[in-house]
């Protein structure tokens, strides 16, 4: 008899690749029951691994203060509580900001988890290293600021058309090739293109006035776009591939990869690229405003809040998150950022690792509800109003010329009460505020998208 699959999974195997290998050979040299037991021992498999049976205890270092807030605090505590049983988590912390991003036990924004020898993609999600930067500009004009920036900037889809993309180093091009990750010219090709692009959503670039100095400041907020996307696409194939030799109980959108195989520092490598790449992106666009007025900074620092930090073995997730730590940051550049809304102050914090807070504090004001419940709550009001209450007094402008009301002030959280809770529980210290002038975002990139626009045209 022809020894087959079957055979393999009574002595106990689970379904691997390898089982097609493995059973040509046990019937090309017709080896019989004691050599198939010695030959098999190298495709040996370790135990499953189990989910937490009490979930590792997190802080919560947020409360509900008002009625609009309780269902959002509700849910942000339950899909932690089921998080936390992922197997290689030891801790984690949620922050005032905080809320859900999706089914039961996915990360939520605002939550810090702290995994041993382990980097989950789906922590992090597609907008790796979504980040913030700051240059001060001195005394200049906010108004001669935020039009050098919009004649430079670039939002919506995609990248930017030829002859008008933004450099990217050939010392990183040549980094990704060498990279298993991000070896791949298609890519690369998109990372060049998208270099100098700030997105859409909640992407911004902010134009205010330090309330100490009285300087015009700058503030971009932004990730690692579609060269980002295609890192975490191809991270959570592999981490799933993991799950399913190693927990198979994990939910797939918390399948880990784990650090010490070559999969791991490789993966890890290309976050460094990713950030790399996303701080040049920043730095692109700041240094073009500079160069349109011929002016020099005084000065500039920048942070991410969507990204991983690594201690020792453990790996710090924050999935809308400030790192105060310095140990989280390799170029140290300043104090760090809380943008809150278009309406409200940048805030700029310092802090330290304390019990409470894992060594992050907010990444900004966060959401009660979703988009689209927010415009349902708005319908008695036309665009045009809601956009003249929400932003009187500032030069707010949409660069895709169409108003998104998802971004308005009134769609997040109240600032006050981030800010309350911030004091409340000791996360970090505010140094200075950058009290708004105006501010740039993509707009409703959806309204009059290109291909909605051929759709009407095949139509007629």
């Known amino acids: 008899m022809e020894f087959n699959g079957n055979h393999l999974i009574e002595l106990g195997y689970r379904p691997s690749t390898w089982f097609k290998d493995a059973i040509a050979y046990i019937n090309e040299n017709h080896l019989d029951e004691i050599q198939i037991k010695e030959y098999l021992e190298q495709f040996k498999q370790p135990e499953y691994i189990p989910l937490h049976e009490t979930a590792p205890e997190f802080m919560v270092n947020i409360r509900a203060e008002h009625e609009n807030e309780e269902d959002n605090v509700e849910k942000v505590i339950k899909t932690m509580k089921v998080l936390m049983k992922t197997p290689t988590l030891t801790a984690g912390a949620l922050m005032p900001d905080a809320c859900p991003t999706g089914p039961e036990g996915q990360i939520p924004v605002g939550g810090v988890v702290v995994a041993k020898n382990a980097i989950h993609p789906g922590f992090h999600s597609a907008d790796i290293c979504c980040s913030v930067m700051l240059t001060d500009f001195g005394k200049v004009s906010p108004k001669d600021i935020l039009d050098a920036a919009h004649s430079v900037t670039h939002f919506g889809y995609g990248g930017r058309p030829r002859g008008e993309q933004m450099p990217m180093s050939q010392e990183l091009m040549d980094a990704f090739r060498e990279n298993e990750f991000l070896n791949d010219e298609k890519l690369i090709s998109i990372a060049r293109s998208h270099m100098g692009t700030q997105g859409d959503g909640n992407h911004f670039l902010f134009v205010g006035i330090s309330k100490n100095t009285g300087n015009t400041m700058m503030v971009t907020h932004h990730g690692s776009r579609a060269p980002g996307a295609a890192l975490y696409d191809k991270g959570m194939k592999v981490a799933n591939r993991f799950r399913q030799d190693i927990s198979p109980e994990t939910l797939k959108e918390n ?156 769609a997040y959280k109240s600032a006050a009460n981030v800010r309350a809770q911030i004091e409340e529980y000791g996360l970090c210290e505010v140094l200075d505020e950058v009290m708004p002038y105006g501010c740039i975002m993509a707009g409703d990139v959806q309204k009059n998208a290109p291909w909605k626009k051929k759709k009407k045209y095949r139509k007629a």
Do not use: C
């Open 255 to 410: 399948a880990w990869i784990p650090y010490d195989t070559e999969e791991g520092k490789s993966y890890w490598e290309a976050l460094q690229l990713i950030r790399t790449w996303t701080k040049e992106n920043h730095t692109n666009i700041h240094d073009a405003v500079l160069n349109k007025l011929g002016l020099e900074k005084e000065n500039r620092y920048w942070n991410e809040h969507n990204f991983v930090f690594k201690d020792g073995d453990l790996f710090y997730h924050a999935k809308g998150a400030t790192p105060l730590d310095d140990k989280f940051m390799p170029d140290i550049t300043g104090p760090r950022l809380i943008p809150l809304n278009m309406a409200e102050p940048v805030l700029i914090v310092q802090g330290k690792t304390n019990e409470r807070n894992l060594g992050f504090a907010p990444h900004g004001a966060g959401r009660n509800f979703s988009r689209s419940q927010h415009k349902r709550s708005l319908a008695h009001k036309t665009t045009e109003e809601i956009f003249s209450e929400e932003t009187a007094g500032l030069d707010i402008r949409f660069y895709s010329n169409e108003i998104d009301i998802s971004e308005l002030p009134t």
